[in-house]
Each structure stands twice: as C-alpha cells, then as structure tokens.
C-alpha cells in the first residue's frame, strides 16, 4: 500500500507532461486565428484587386481621348484586369448641366458649360474558406460582395 500511494504522489507531483497538454488545448485555437486572418486577407487583397482594376479602366479611358462608344473596350479591360466575368463590369456616362445629370451623354447644356463624368463599377464575391474546410458550415454559401469603383470628370 505504501508504494501505491508513493507511486501517485511521484506522478502527481510530476509536471513534464504538463506543457504538452496544455499546448494541445492551445493549437487549435492558434489553427483557427491562423485560418481566419488568412482569410480576411484574401478577401482585403481581392477587394484591393477590383478597386485597381478600376482604377487602370478609368485611367485608360481618359488616355485614349474618352468617348462614348468606348463603354464595351472598356467593359472589356475591367473584366480582363479584374479576372471577373465582363458582366461584372459597368460602365456609366453621364453628362451634368449645372450640377444636375442629364440622361444624354452626348447633350448639349444651354447657357451653361457642360461636364461630363464616366465611372465603373467591378463587382465579385468571396467565398471564406471555412465554407470548405468545415462541412457543418457548407449549408448555405457564405461569401461576401466585392465593389470596386473609379469615377473621373472627363471635360
């Protein structure tokens, strides 16, 4: 009975496996911070990615003397930088006659000086990983909507 019970206290008192323990309850923490920070940078980055494809677009509009049959080069350009379907893409012009839009691009103002505006919208969707990597979670997509947009005065 004695060395039972010396037995226990020499196991009780002995601490080598203790860090081991304890660090398995610590890594899947770490694996999930880990994952989850990855993720939104993924999603940052392609956000970051559609905001300068729009951004080339509107700045190859107005290197190439901007006009108005230009929207589907354009449309084009932005879904090819973006690597985003060209329906995806959106391309407005619009005129302004004293601070008020005008349907017709190519209008004329009346005693007043035009200006002209063109703008695109390129949008997409992330999809988180964790959709794929926990199946619990693959119920219903979770992904989020993506917008980048230029806008420039053009006369």
Not at 27 to 45: E, S, V
Not at 88 to 107: F, H
């Amino acid at each position: 009975m004695h060395a039972l019970l010396s037995c226990l206290r020499d196991l009780w008192a002995d601490r080598r496996g203790t860090s081991l323990i304890e660090l398995s309850f610590i890594i899947p923490m770490l694996l999930l911070l880990g994952c989850g920070a990855t993720d939104l940078g993924l999603c940052y980055a392609q956000g970051l990615k559609l905001q300068q494809a729009a951004a080339r677009t509107m700045e190859l509009a107005i290197a190439s003397g901007f006009k108005s049959s230009m929207t589907s080069v354009l449309q084009a350009d932005g879904a090819a930088a973006a690597g985003v379907p060209s329906g995806n893409v959106t391309v407005d012009l619009w005129l302004e006659c004293d601070g008020v839009r005008q349907t017709d691009y190519n209008g004329a103002c009346p005693g007043s000086s035009p200006s002209r505006f063109a703008s695109v919208t390129i949008t997409d969707t992330y999809n988180w990983m964790f959709e794929q990597i926990v199946p619990a979670w693959n119920n219903q997509p979770y992904s989020v909507p993506l917008r980048g947009y230029a806008e420039v005065r053009i006369q």
